[in-house]
């Protein structure tokens, strides 16, 4: 009988990561915005406090993923996980019960320390530890499971309106509890730490007697350490590429919300909302397919040059131009480019860090890549939710965005290539070599 050849360990780890992703983003990432209407109606506030407390919490995330970074390079995955998701689900049942400001920004802080320990820099820093040669595929497929997290908030609007907001936020954390407590059960820290090799390669035999000489079937890393990669220009151009992406993928939460504004039916709007996710979803599945076959630095620069132009569509949804109203006409290019676009720069430059950095410290290098675009991340909400209570339309916060975003264009086309900067981290290890050794007698 003919045996099924069982398939490598880190797919599993994609695919525990990635429901839990899909949930996260399905009640959070994308979805929170369903919240935020009956919340405001239901107390008052303002869209600027609002928005000010999603941005505390990329502000919050941003402080928090170095450190947790840093634990995953050393410990792992699996405890990190575990109080992570018991704090996710603290956040959303506290959420569900608030009375006041100010316990909606507890509730805020405790889904921000809960999701940096339990979900995307955790399942990110596994998966790239687990595979090499695959590693644009394998991050994309992760990836992708977030953005068919999108695809559900017709749904969740349609529950809110059914049950409460109140009655809906205690289920999704429940519902946390009972999809990301198994997931980690299945994360490991390495492949070598269990007898297996990156992408399921195998040990070759390169010496004259047969044996193995336990040599890796897998492609050579570069091995930059995070001292290193913080003196790197390459290091900062790309976070401040991916940063301006995080500054205009943070204000989803308006998304629905400034759809409503523009005339759209809430039916219509929460479409249009969760259409984003097709896009979203289509662009990171062609990272799947393509991102471990073309330079991943032209493809980053495609990307965002469709957010670009998708956020300006957003913008231009029955706007005035020149006394002509352009009506529904810009809608297209918010759901298929912007989608596109933010979808693929994701597992792109997640990818990237690891090609350019290796392994070795890639948890903490990603993690202070996300405070960065978390710095800019918090600005995003803020910005737009303040335009909004000055100017009375969200119109002018996402033209605004728009504008800014196009300065990640060039700085993407100019990124140097890995065997460049390598070069530049070897000549900064020797430099510092000489400097320490400079004064030292010889032996």
Request: aromatic content about 12%; overall charge positive.
């Amino acid at each position: 009988m003919k045996s099924f050849k069982q398939p490598f360990y880190g797919w599993w780890i994609v695919g525990a990561g990635g429901i839990v992703q899909w949930y996260t983003s399905a009640i959070f990432w994308r979805g929170f915005q369903a919240f935020v209407p009956p919340i405001l109606e239901t107390f008052g506030w303002s869209r600027g406090v609002t928005g000010a407390a999603i941005s505390l919490q990329r502000g919050e995330s941003g402080m928090i993923s170095p450190f947790v970074g840093v634990l995953l390079d050393k410990y792992g995955p699996r405890k990190a996980m575990a109080f992570g998701v018991l704090l996710t689900g603290s956040g959303f049942i506290f959420m569900s019960q608030m009375q006041s400001l100010w316990q909606f920004y507890v509730a805020i802080g405790l889904l921000t320390l809960g999701m940096s320990f339990g979900t995307f820099i955790v399942f990110v820093v596994t998966v790239a530890n687990w595979f090499v040669r695959k590693r644009a595929r394998a991050l994309a497929t992760l990836m992708s499971f977030s953005a068919v997290g999108g695809l559900t908030l017709p749904i969740l609007v349609t529950s809110i309106d059914t049950f409460g907001w109140r009655e809906v936020l205690m289920a999704c954390g429940i519902g946390f509890w009972l999809i990301g407590f198994p997931a980690t059960l299945v994360m490991r820290k390495r492949p070598e730490d269990h007898g297996m090799l990156p992408d399921g390669g195998v040990e070759v035999d390169d010496s004259s007697d047969g044996s193995k000489s336990g040599r890796l079937a897998t492609a050579r890393e570069h091995a930059i350490t995070m001292r290193q990669a913080i003196k790197l220009r390459f290091f900062w151009q790309l976070a401040i590429v991916t940063s301006l992406g995080q500054l205009v993928s943070s204000t989803n939460l308006f998304h629905f919300a400034a759809l409503l504004e523009y005339g759209m039916t809430a039916a219509l709007a929460a479409s249009a909302a969760g259409a984003v996710a097709i896009g979203d979803l289509g662009g990171r599945a062609g990272i799947a397919v393509l991102g471990d076959k073309y330079d991943k630095r032209k493809m980053l620069t495609i990307a965002m040059i469709m957010q670009t132009i998708g956020v300006a569509g957003l913008a231009g949804i029955n706007a005035e131009v020149l006394g002509v109203n352009l009506g529904l006409w810009p809608l297209p290019l918010f759901v298929v480019f912007f989608g596109l676009g933010f979808g693929s720069s994701i597992p792109l430059r997640l990818s990237i860090l690891g090609d350019y950095f290796g392994r070795a410290s890639y948890g903490s290098i990603v993690g202070l890549t996300s405070s960065v675009n978390a710095l800019f991340g918090a600005a995003g909400p803020a910005l737009v939710g303040l335009i909004r209570d000055i100017e009375g339309s969200y119109r002018l916060g996402f033209t605004t965005l728009a504008v800014m975003l196009v300065i990640s264009i060039p700085l993407a086309m100019g990124l140097e290539p890995a065997s460049r900067v390598a070069a530049q981290a070897r000549r900064l290890t020797r430099k510092n070599y000489r400097d320490r050794n400079r004064f030292e007698s010889p032996s």
